[in-house]
């Protein structure tokens, strides 16, 4: 059974920081891509940031500068480190993991207060 468990979501001040992790049971970490995508309301899901089993990076152009992807491939864990936050921010935040198969992750939330 596949699992993706985020962590690390809430509520912070504009400028501030909050690091989100991901991690992964039931696949093979290593080979999969890892991915942070966030929805906000009454908005469709988008692509925040990836990283490959090689540690290529892919960032939106929203967080460009400010969000940096990482993962541990001992811990199966993906994190992503948000600093400079915005109210734009603001969304649930999903993991998904990519091989074959697509897996996502329940989402957390980050609230960006101004």
């Known amino acids: 059974q596949v699992q993706l468990v985020e962590s690390g979501g809430g509520l912070v001040q504009a400028g501030g920081s909050l690091r989100l992790s991901c991690t992964a049971s039931?696949?093979?970490?290593?080979?999969?891509?890892m991915g942070w995508y966030r929805q906000a309301p009454g908005k469709q899901r988008e692509l925040v940031a990836t990283i490959t089993s090689r540690g290529s990076t892919n960032y939106a152009d929203s967080v460009k500068g400010r969000f940096t992807i990482s993962r541990d491939n001992a811990k199966n864990t993906v994190y992503l480190q948000m600093n400079s936050l915005k109210p734009e921010d603001t969304a649930v935040y999903y993991c998904?993991?990519?091989?074959?198969?697509?897996?996502w992750g329940q989402g957390t939330q980050v609230t960006v207060s101004s």
């Open positions: 039931g696949i093979i970490f290593t080979i999969n891509t």
């Open positions: 998904q993991a990519r091989y074959d198969y697509i897996y």
